[in-house]
């Protein structure tokens, strides 16, 4: 078994980060923290390279083509947020929590990695209930009354809904214990997409609903969304930027696994019903509240909702050029959501305000920060060259192709408001006048707002961010294969 | 003889979430959620021995020690720390609370249909009951202010999730069931810590004071 330590690298990486944040000084421990991200989006590719003479099964472990895709968003948007987050923390003044606050990311990304390398689905469930444990602390880091309630909301909320998805995960054991399976192997995932023909499709078309409905939750779509804005505008920017950019899209991946097992039992048309309703909902409530939006970490967390809404669209249009395009959006979204955040999070740093209206005319006053906020924000918007141009219009071109073009319509005209919403916040925080009266927000403690200087170390990683952006829109280069590969797993379950 | 343990430990089951509805006290809450800690480790125990199955018993000695020592040991914590007895005004009151339980309950027999058509085994008729539980759960954590009985809603509805499987499947796999109990014990740690900062920053625990973020 000499293919195996790329399965085991996601976990001994970010694990051992942890050990050696708790251990050693501050510094060290963030660049271990930056390495062990770098690691996984490494044995992503490592294991993009191996999987192609099929999947590598070890233990309760297992890697395919998804796998492989999954692994290189979480390592690339956990690159990008740990190395902003060793400037974040630098910035921060309370040095004694960082240490609680280094291992404790280095644990998320961790149950991230264990959530996708995952062959049971009770495993997969145990993964991503323990995200939510882990990043409570991360959400409620500053211990204000507004994290803290955040926080509370977060995990009651996240509990609730996940706890659905357990009663979904039951049902489809109970459906593999009928059709003669026993043990753990019952609710592996190679197994159940073996025994698909044997299970009862009453009990599978209970289990769907409640495992959409309860990873849903998790995955940010309405109506259950409501924790969202608030955890994520709470949240330190870098664990904001890997909530975000990847931990959204890991619960969506667990609607993805179980889709392919569903739609063998009972074909395509159930779960598209149940995820248009909620990618319709999401978009619209998203578009919504982008409009009359004052703060803009939470119009960045709205625009997750909006993403998330479109990832579903794409999911419920289903086909090989949709779900290619849905994973294409899922690694561009997370870049380019992982930078805005970033960003945010140098933004607040240096005017001590989240407000939308106590950041005017940035442009003029930190070029560089500007310009790279500005840019993940044309990102967002789906501007070419950057990638979710090309996802946007592949979701949009599947969705016509599959006769869907009513909802195709409705999606858009959403995605439409929500993009001039985010485009006037946008072009006012970049080049409107800089506010006449330079009032510092009187709630936040920043005492030297507006005296700290940038330092360009800390564009860095947003830099790089955008180019691979804007990269994966221009061309997937050897992408192209492993997606190819990634979507063929989940429309046909091998 | 088996079955009628098991009917009585599903009968206990039921009434303690009842119960839960019931009654205001927050130490009468941890109480009753005891109770139901030993009526659902009672069905694991008994669905055991039925089975002579030894990886159930492990999930029963799991589930047991969690739901009956454990955390009723972190509530009493919380409760000691947040120096607050009752729940002092439910969304709901409790007569209405009542009624809704009953017709939670009726849902549950109509929802749990394809669970109990499929599955080979006669417990599986009694699976409804750990849906009405489930049910009554998210009532409680919807319509109670105080944090800690959000807390027992939270556990209410896992007991009640955790029945089902006992109950339509036999028990899910040791391995998963360890998993699970590991996440719950974290959250219950998590929510504790929690309740102690809202305590801290609102200077009590009536969700009704969270309302610092609204859009």
């Known amino acids: 078994m000499t293919r195996t330590p790329a399965l085991y690298l996601p976990l001994a990486a970010p694990v051992a980060a942890a050990v050696i944040s708790a251990l050693l000084g501050r510094r060290t421990a963030a660049w271990a923290g930056v390495g062990a991200a770098a690691s996984v989006l490494a044995a992503g590719a490592w294991l993009a390279g191996t999987v192609r003479g099929g999947p590598i099964v070890a233990g309760l472990l297992r890697a395919d083509a998804l796998t492989a895709f999954m692994l290189i968003v979480v390592g690339a948007v956990a690159t990008i947020a740990c190395w902003a987050g060793v400037h974040h923390l630098a910035d921060e003044a309370a040095a004694a929590t960082d240490r609680r606050y280094l291992i404790l990311v280095q644990l998320f990304i961790t149950a991230m990695s264990l959530a996708v390398l995952a062959d049971n689905l009770g495993l997969l469930w145990v993964a991503v209930e323990a995200t939510t444990i882990v990043t409570a602390f991360l959400v409620g880091h500053r211990r204000s009354r507004a994290s803290v309630e955040a926080a509370w909301k977060y995990v009651v909320l996240c509990s609730v809904g996940i706890a659905i998805a357990f009663l979904g995960t039951a049902c489809v054991y109970a459906a593999a214990v009928a059709a003669g399976a026993h043990g753990s192997a019952a609710l592996n995932w190679t197994n159940l997409t073996g025994q698909a023909a044997d299970l009862d499709p009453d009990l599978m078309r209970l289990a769907a609903g409640l495992l959409v409905l309860g990873f849903g939750t998790k995955a940010g779509l309405a109506p259950m969304h409501a924790w969202l804005p608030d955890a994520h505008s709470q949240a330190p920017a870098p664990v904001s930027a890997l909530m975000s950019g990847v931990l959204l899209s890991v619960a969506f991946y667990a609607i993805l696994r179980y889709k392919t097992i569903t739609d063998a039992v009972l074909g395509h048309g159930y779960t598209r019903t149940l995820l248009l309703v909620a990618a319709l909902a999401s978009l619209a409530v998203a578009a919504a509240l982008l409009l009359a939006q004052r703060d803009y970490k939470r119009m960045l967390a709205y625009s997750s909702i909006e993403h998330m809404g479109l990832v579903a669209l794409g999911t419920a249009i289903g086909g090989r050029l949709a779900i290619t395009a849905v994973l294409l959006h899922v690694l561009g979204h997370g870049l380019s959501k992982a930078v805005a955040f970033c960003g945010a999070g140098q933004l607040v740093t240096a005017t001590g305000s989240s407000r939308l209206a106590a950041v005017r005319g940035l442009a003029a006053r930190y070029p560089a920060l500007a310009a790279s906020f500005g840019l993940a924000l044309l990102a967002l918007l789906g501007l070419p060259p950057f990638s979710l141009f090309a996802s946007e219009l592949g979701i949009a071109r599947a969705g016509l192709a599959a006769g869907q073009g009513w909802v195709i319509a409705a999606a858009f005209a959403l995605v439409l408001v929500a993009f001039a919403a985010v485009a006037r916040h946008g072009g006012r925080i970049l080049l409107g006048p800089p506010d006449p009266t330079p009032t510092i927000d009187p709630a936040a403690s920043a005492p030297t707002a507006g005296a700290i200087r940038l330092r360009p170390a800390a564009i860095t990683p947003l830099v790089i961010g955008l180019v691979a952006a804007a990269a994966l829109g221009i061309s997937l280069g050897p992408l192209q294969e492993l997606l190819q590969a990634a979507a063929t797993t989940i429309l046909l379950g091998r | ?215």
């Open chain 2, 1 to 215: 003889m088996t079955d009628q343990l098991l009917n009585l430990a599903c009968g206990l089951f039921l009434l303690t979430a009842v119960g839960v509805l019931w009654r205001r006290e927050l130490a009468a809450l941890i109480t009753l959620l005891t109770v139901q800690g030993v009526a659902l480790a009672g069905i694991a125990v008994l669905l055991a021995v039925d089975q002579r199955h030894a990886e159930t018993a492990g999930v029963a000695l799991a589930v047991g020690i969690l739901k009956i020592a454990v955390l009723p040991y972190l509530l009493r914590r919380i409760l000691a720390r947040v120096p607050e007895a009752r729940e002092t005004a439910p969304l709901v009151n409790v007569a209405t609370s009542l009624l809704a339980a009953a017709a939670l309950t009726l849902l549950a027999y109509a929802a749990a249909r394809p669970l109990i058509d499929l599955a080979p085994s006669p417990t599986a008729g009694a699976a409804p009951v750990g849906i009405a539980v489930m049910l009554i759960g998210f009532f409680l954590a919807a319509t109670r202010r105080r944090a800690i009985s959000q807390i027992v809603g939270v556990l209410l509805i896992d007991n009640g999730i955790a029945a089902v499987a006992f109950l339509a499947t036999g028990g899910v796999p040791l391995l998963v069931e360890l998993g699970v109990s590991a996440d719950l014990l974290l959250a219950v740690l998590v929510l504790q810590v929690l309740t102690t900062r809202l305590h801290a920053a609102f200077g009590g625990t009536d969700l009704d004071d969270l309302r610092e973020l609204h859009d």
